[in-house]
């Protein structure tokens, strides 16, 4: 049995990981992850964590993080506020404790930086992010740019999904990673250079790849999401379905705990983390930022 610590308990996604994981599934009755337990928590507003922890059936409540050191086999921080991941995360990191960090890995390059370090010095297992970036929507149009499938080579593409550069939770930070990462991880994690500007609180980037080029939208209250990617034999047209998302998304956390090894690159973490710094700063400054 892999006991699961929960950093962090104002975020939606505590509720949602710790139900997931600890209570059956409402249609077959079953545990979707038998072999795992969300054993304890630890939050800052103490109300929320204790709601959390009674709402997913969560036995210890952890007054300090690093109670949870030695109850636990793996953490999850899941702060609402990115700047507070790097704060809460490296103390497990650099103790070998596999970690997950939620959208947005962090704010800032440094504190990235920082932590994809520490887990590589010290043999730790990392991952995290947007679990949006593991949606069959977002894997079909991996597929069509690496295969070229019915539309042939891409020649550009436009997604939208909602952000606002105006909240409590770091701006465009918050909810803005979700876009990044999924775009990222359907054209690569390796672009050349990211032009951006505001609008009324819009927020439009273009994000300039060797071959193509992608336009990110941040549209503050959008309820529909789309890609829309063009190729030179045809166009195609996505509708994101995000059903699914947070069992996809532990799907790859439990992945890589029975299996030792890590889902994907940690230069990919940093890779978005980078990208949304860029589009931040290009809007500010109204200049491209080369990457």
Same mark, same amino acid.
């Not at 404790?97 to 704010?107: G, Q, S």
């Given at each position: 049995?892999?006991?699961?610590?929960?950093?962090?308990?104002?975020?939606?996604?505590?509720?949602?990981?710790? =139900?997931? $994981?600890?209570?059956?599934?409402?249609?077959?009755?079953?545990?979707? !992850? #038998?072999?795992? *337990?969300?054993?304890?928590? !630890?939050?800052?507003? *103490?109300?929320?964590?204790?709601?959390?922890?009674?709402?997913?059936?969560?036995?210890?409540?952890?007054?300090?993080?690093?109670? +949870?050191?030695?109850?636990?086999?793996?953490?999850?921080? $899941?702060?609402?506020?990115?700047?507070?991941?790097?704060?809460?995360?490296? #103390?497990?990191?650099?103790?070998?404790?596999?970690?997950?960090?939620?959208?947005? !890995?962090?704010? /800032?390059?440094?504190?990235?930086? =920082?932590?994809?370090?520490?887990?590589?010095?010290?043999?730790?297992?990392?991952?995290?992010?947007?679990?949006? *970036?593991?949606?069959?929507?977002?894997?079909?149009? *991996?597929?069509?740019?690496?295969?070229?499938?019915?539309?042939?080579?891409? /020649?550009? @593409?436009?997604?939208? &999904?909602?952000?606002?550069?105006?909240?409590?939770?770091?701006?465009?930070?918050?909810?803005?990673?979700?876009?990044? %990462?999924?775009?990222?991880?359907? &054209?690569?994690?390796? #672009?050349?250079?990211?032009?951006?500007?505001?609008?009324?609180?819009?927020?439009?980037?273009?994000?300039?790849? %060797?071959?193509?080029?992608?336009?990110?939208?941040?549209? #503050?209250?959008? =309820?529909?999401? &789309?890609?829309?990617?063009?190729?030179?034999?045809?166009?195609?047209?996505?509708? &994101?379905?995000?059903?699914?998302?947070?069992?996809?998304? !532990?799907?790859?956390?439990?992945?890589?705990?029975?299996?030792? =090894?890590?889902?994907?690159?940690?230069?990919? +973490?940093? @890779?978005?983390?980078?990208?949304?710094?860029?589009?931040?700063?290009?809007?500010?400054?109204?200049?491209?930022?080369?990457?």
């Amino acid at each position: 049995m892999y006991k699961i610590g929960i950093i962090g308990s104002d975020n939606s996604h505590a509720d949602a990981f710790a =139900k997931l $994981v600890n209570l059956p599934d409402s249609k077959t009755g079953e545990y979707l !992850f #038998p072999d795992f *337990k969300v054993a304890g928590i !630890f939050g800052v507003e *103490k109300e929320r964590t204790e709601e959390v922890a009674q709402n997913g059936k969560i036995e210890f409540i952890a007054e300090k993080p690093e109670e +949870l050191m030695e109850r636990v086999d793996a953490v999850m921080v $899941v702060f609402r506020h990115g700047d507070l991941h790097a704060e809460y995360a490296l #103390p497990f990191i650099e103790a070998s404790v596999p970690t997950w960090i939620d959208k947005p !890995f962090t704010i /800032k390059n440094e504190d990235a930086r =920082k932590l994809i370090q520490a887990a590589k010095k010290n043999n730790t297992l990392l991952t995290g992010g947007s679990t949006l *970036k593991y949606i069959n929507d977002v894997l079909m149009l *991996k597929n069509a740019v690496e295969n070229g499938s019915r539309i042939g080579k891409v /020649k550009s @593409a436009v997604l939208n &999904f909602p952000a606002t550069i105006n909240n409590e939770y770091g701006g465009i930070y918050f909810y803005g990673a979700h876009l990044v %990462d999924m775009t990222m991880e359907a &054209f690569g994690y390796n #672009p050349v250079s990211v032009t951006a500007s505001e609008k009324d609180e819009n927020v439009v980037a273009v994000v300039k790849y %060797d071959n193509y080029q992608v336009v990110m939208n941040f549209i #503050p209250g959008s =309820k529909e999401y &789309f890609a829309v990617v063009y190729g030179e034999k045809g166009t195609l047209i996505r509708e &994101f379905d995000l059903a699914g998302c947070y069992i996809k998304g !532990f799907d790859k956390f439990a992945e890589m705990l029975r299996t030792g =090894k890590i889902p994907e690159p940690m230069d990919n +973490l940093y @890779a978005s983390v980078k990208v949304l710094n860029a589009v931040v700063k290009s809007y500010e400054t109204k200049k491209e930022i080369i990457l």
